[in-house]
Each structure stands twice: as C-alpha cells, then as structure tokens.
C-alpha cells in the first residue's frame, strides 16, 4: 500500500480475500440449506479473534480482563461463545444486562448514560457479577439511594471525560472534579464505594488519545488524597479499538469524508485505473501492538502510583470480521447492474455508497474484481451493496458475499420494506445452527389477528 496525505493509504483487500476462499464451500452450502438473505456468523473467527485480543494485552498488561461490548452485535450465540472464552459482558441498557446474567456470565459491567432505576435495581441486586460505571454525581446519587432502601453497599466505577474524548465527552464526570466526587462519595454515600475509573474512545486505531488520556489520569491520581487512591480498583480504558483493512473509502470521497451522500456520481474510470479498483484505507496498529503501547504507558503512569487491574470493552474488534451477509441475485439488468433479493436495510443505513467492503461471488470464484454496481431490492436508489464483485461473472441465482458485516449491522438494521434476515452460524466443528427466522407477516404487523381468506393467499416470500 502507498501513503497518500497523512492519513490515508491506498490499496486493495484482495489478499485478506484470498484468505478466506477456503471458506466459501461452507458458505454457500448454509445458503442453499437456510436460503437467503442471510447473516452468517461464524463461530472460530469469533473464538479465534477472542483468543488474539487477550493474549494481546494480556502479555502487556498482566491481570487485564477483558468485556465484550455487547452494542456492537448482542446476538446471544456471539455473547455466549465470548463467555465461554473467558470474556466479561459489557450491558449499555437493561435488556443487555438482562441478555449477560441470562448467559451465566459472571463479570458483568452496565455502562451508559441515563440508567433508569429498573436497570439499576438489576444490577444491585447482582453485586457479585455486575459493576455499575456510574455515568454522572446524579447517579451516584440515585445509587446511594436505591443501596440504601435495600441496607447493602455498592461497588461501582466512575467514568470519567478528558479533552481527548471528543465527542464522547457528553459521558461521565470531568476528570478535574474527581477528587471532590470521590470526597463527597466518602463523606455523604458511605453505602457507595467507589472501586474504579473508566474512559471510552472510539475509531481507536493508534495509541494516541489513550496516551494522552492515561497522562491526564495519572497526574489527578498523583494528586488523590492517599485514601481515596488506594480505594481504587481497576482502571477500564473502554473500547473503540478498530480492525485493520476491513473496509475501505471510494477514492471520490477520500477528499470528502464529511459528506452523508457522494457529492456527485462516482468517477468509475479513475477509480479502476489499470483494470482494477483501488480504495483508500485509514491505517491501524495492529492489536499486538496497540497493546504493547498502551501496556507501556499504563505502567509508567498508572500502575507506578496504583496498582489498578487495566479493564477494556472491545466490540467492533472482536466481531466485525465473524459475520458476512449472503444474498443472492434476483435480476441481472446488464452485465454492469444486478439487483440483489434483498436491500441495504439489513446494515441500518445507506453507508455502502461511501464504504467499500468486498464483494465475492461465491457460485463464480475468481481472484480479480469486476465492474457492477449491485444494487439492492428496496424501492430507494441509494439502496447499493456495491460497484464491484469479486468473481468470473454473474448470472441470476449466483450467491454473493458481503464481508466484514458483524459490527453494529444487526443492531442498526432497519424494519424498512423487506423483511429483517434470518441468522445462521458456521460452527467450529463444521456443523450449521439456525440462530433465528426470516421476520415474518405477524413479526411485522402484530395484532391482525388471522388472515382473512385471500384468493390468491398471501404469498410469504
């Protein structure tokens, strides 16, 4: 790949293509056996990927636990195999919190703003597994209430917001009002016990707004009242860690990153060169060595004052690259525009107009791209899977791949027209597990009641 600018390289996904081709019997076997469209999960990439994320930091940062951000994907056959990897569950609301205790796991954090009291219940009622990251003073509040009206004491985390957050500063307490929360705590909640800190980025992709970040709370640390320091358990410095080269940006918008919808249509003959597309790719540290980085000035700036045990909540790292999308095509208008059999609904917006991710035709392998805008079923024309396909050719009924679709696909996926997909996983020893059905008529319309005699009846497909 070459540099372009300073925060851009230029290049192709066609190895990390050529990587998974071994797998495309499997796939298209589950897509003649549970049709399509289909989100197809599989299962030794996600242990695969589990496993590589905690040997990672846990060779730079002895005693690091690490949570599955469940908002990324919370389907629970992805949870539960996390849980069995010896992961903790990461619940933003109550029904993730609901989702991590019914799965048995046993080190449970319940993050985000705006915690109704039900969530909070829920989560006091569990002290062994679960640990509140309290979002505001208010909160703690509410805590020290609710922990009182039951006569038990709470362990909980407090999270924290520096300049280096961003956008994300809409969360947690500022990091200079730490002493005087941590006073307060002590002085007017003694049922509150304040065990741990917490700081979340996001599109981590280098070490430096951590670096920064960690810098900032060591120097508060240093100032603590001794107490209060040594009170402190953990240190979680949340998630947000991005996979390298799993998706790509259209060269027609590389100068144009802040635009919802392409400014005018693509320029297809600059973008193919030499008879091949190429993309531009924003560079990422390989988790190895974000890990090493981020253990290195954990220990400088933390752990010589604190000996805090390094918590994080990867998501997107850990589940982006387990789950593709399977469709098939429905209608070949010219050898350059397809129509899938189902839409863009199934990703949550239209974000492939902007985004590249690959495209493979599995019923027609081939290791070089062709030029074909695949559009999707929906009655919209920003509904486009992609400009191209990896593959020999295309005809109507072939099988394609989306890759890379497991991170906050399902999540954002939209009851928009066509049916929500059903869910498939590839298990590690080679057997298929439907994990849920295609939306049905009475999934969508709930309350009719039954259908009245229709001639001819109401067609399913």
């Known amino acids: 790949m070459s540099r372009v600018k300073d925060s851009l390289v230029r290049g192709d996904l066609g190895a990390q293509v050529r990587a998974l081709s071994p797998r495309h019997p499997a796939w298209l076997e589950i897509a003649r056996r549970y049709g399509t469209p289909l989100y197809l999960v599989e299962e030794e990439i996600l242990r695969t990927r589990a496993r590589k994320f905690v040997a990672a930091f846990s060779t730079a940062l002895e005693g690091a636990k690490v949570h599955y951000a469940l908002k990324a994907n919370p389907f629970p056959a992805i949870a539960r195999c996390f849980v069995e990897e010896g992961l903790g569950l ?28 039900p969530e909070l219940e829920l989560a006091l009622a569990h002290p062994g597994r679960v640990t509140v990251l309290a979002d505001s003073v208010r909160e703690l509040e509410r805590i020290h209430s609710l922990s009182k009206a039951k006569g038990r004491s709470s362990r909980v985390g407090l999270r924290i917001s520096t300049t280096s957050q961003g956008q994300w500063n809409k969360f947690g307490v500022a990091l200079e009002t730490l002493p005087g929360i941590m006073a307060l705590a002590r002085d007017r909640w003694p049922d509150v016990r304040i065990r741990g800190l917490q700081f979340h980025q996001s599109w981590v992709r280098d070490a430096q707004a951590h670096t920064h ?32 080269n799993e998706e790509g940006i259209y060269p027609w918008l590389a100068d144009a990153q802040d635009l919802v919808l392409p400014s005018a249509f693509p320029d297809f003959d600059q973008w193919w060169g030499q008879g091949q597309p190429f993309y531009f790719f924003r560079p ?19 752990s010589s004052q604190v000996p805090l045990e390094p918590w994080l909540e990867p998501g997107r790292w850990l589940v982006n690259g387990a789950v593709q999308i399977l469709l098939q095509v429905r209608d070949c208008k010219t050898e350059q525009a397809v129509i899938a059999d189902a839409g863009t609904h199934l990703l949550g917006w239209e974000r492939l107009e902007m985004e590249y991710a690959p495209l493979v035709n599995l019923s027609r392998p081939g290791e070089d791209q062709q030029r074909c805008t695949v559009y999707g079923s929906l009655c919209t024309p920003h509904d486009v899977w ?23 696909v399902q999540t954002l996926q939209q009851r928009f027209i066509k049916p929500v997909a059903a869910a498939a996983m590839l298990c590690s020893d080679g057997s298929y597990e439907l994990l849920s059905s295609r939306e049905s008529f009475e999934d969508r319309f709930a309350g009719l009641g039954a259908p009245a005699a229709l001639d001819p009846p109401i067609c399913q497909a």
Do not use: H, N
């Open 90 to 117: 990461d619940a933003s609301s109550g029904l993730e919190l609901e989702l991590a205790l019914r799965l048995g796991c046993s080190r449970i954090l319940l993050s985000g703003p705006g915690k109704t009291d």
């Open 213 to 244: 970040t960690l810098k900032q709370v060591g120097a508060v640390l240093r100032d603590l009242p001794a107490q209060d320091r040594e009170s402190l358990e953990f240190l979680d410095m949340g998630g947000g860690y991005y996979p390298a």
């Open 284 to 302: 990422c540290l390989p988790i190895e060595e974000m890990a090493s980085r981020l253990g290195q000035v954990f220990k400088e700036e933390i």
């Open 386 to 408: 992609g400009y191209s396909y990896y593959g020999t050719g295309i005809q109507e009924g072939d099988i394609l791949a989306l890759l890379y679709q497991g991170a906050y």
